[in-house]
């Protein structure tokens, strides 16, 4: 692992609860089908895995991040977004009173909201509502 990408990887927090670990509802992953997901799922999924803020994202990222604790994905995105102009969309729990609601605000975030409960997949609503939010790329 490149030792910059271990740095923001430790600086922003690392680790995912293995209760992290769901699928995206298969409408949402046909809008996003040829995007880069550095965050895919996995049910097996240990640390020993990895994180998909140990790598380099593409052009392209969509990311359903752990809801447990979205903010450093949501920061590494800014980032990736930033430094190099990647179109990025999240997956996220529509919660505007959080810091990484904010840190998307601020980098000029577009918010979708998602009509209904999301099912994850699973036939069962999620007990909350979702947004897409978008960071727009370079021209």
Known sequence: MDISLLYVWNMLG???????????DTWIL???DEWFDPCPFNEDWNESHGSGLEIMWK???FVNPPYSNPKPWVQYGIMQNKMYGFPIAYLLKHDSSTEWYRLLHE???????VNGRLKH???KSCAFPSVIAFLEGWD
């Open 14 to 24: 690392g680790g995912m609860k293995m209760t992290d670990s769901y699928r995206t």
């Open 121 to 123: 997949q699973t036939g």
């Open 107 to 113: 980098a000029g975030a577009n918010f979708l909201l």
């Open 59 to 61: 052009p392209f990222t």
């Open 30 to 32: 046909q809008m996003f």
